[in-house]
Nanobody, 120 residues
Framework: VRLVESGGGAALSGGSQRLSCDVSGNPFSVRRMAWYRQAPGKQRELVASVTHGITTYADAVKGRFTISRDNSKNTVYLQLTRLQPEEIAIYYC????????????????WGQGTLVTVLS
């Protein structure tokens, strides 16, 4: 089981991007899914999460970014709008996964990251 991200790339300041993250391997259960980002020289920070339909957002992105999830596909999306140059970062997908029904607990997985560049 692994997380495979797509999307990202370059966008103009004020523009939009859409990121996708697929959970491969057909796990038994996927609980929380989230997006984090890490800007150059900064720590990784939580951008948005979705758990059982409940979404949370970092204050900096509220009203501009939207996280959504397709449970039938085990895919999570992040729609980024009104991007700012300071939001240049590697965006990482994160998920809590139970691989098998008999698995003891959920494990946390990370995607490889996808770079979002904002051109001013």
């Amino acid at each position: 089981v692994r997380l495979v991200e797509s999307g990202g790339g370059a966008a103009l300041s004020g523009g939009s991007q859409r990121l996708s993250c697929d959970v491969s391997g057909n796990p038994f259960s996927v609980r929380r899914m989230a997006w984090y980002r890490q800007a150059p020289g900064k720590q990784r920070e939580l951008v948005a999460s979705v758990t059982h339909g409940i979404t949370t957002y970092a204050d900096a992105v509220k009203g501009r970014f939207t996280i959504s999830r397709d449970n039938s596909k085990n895919t999570v999306y992040l729609q980024l709008t009104r991007l700012q140059p300071e939001e240049i970062a590697i965006y990482y997908c994160n998920a809590e996964i139970k691989c098998y029904k008999v698995s003891y607990d959920y494990v946390e997985l990370w995607g490889q990251g996808t770079l979002v560049t904002v051109l001013s």
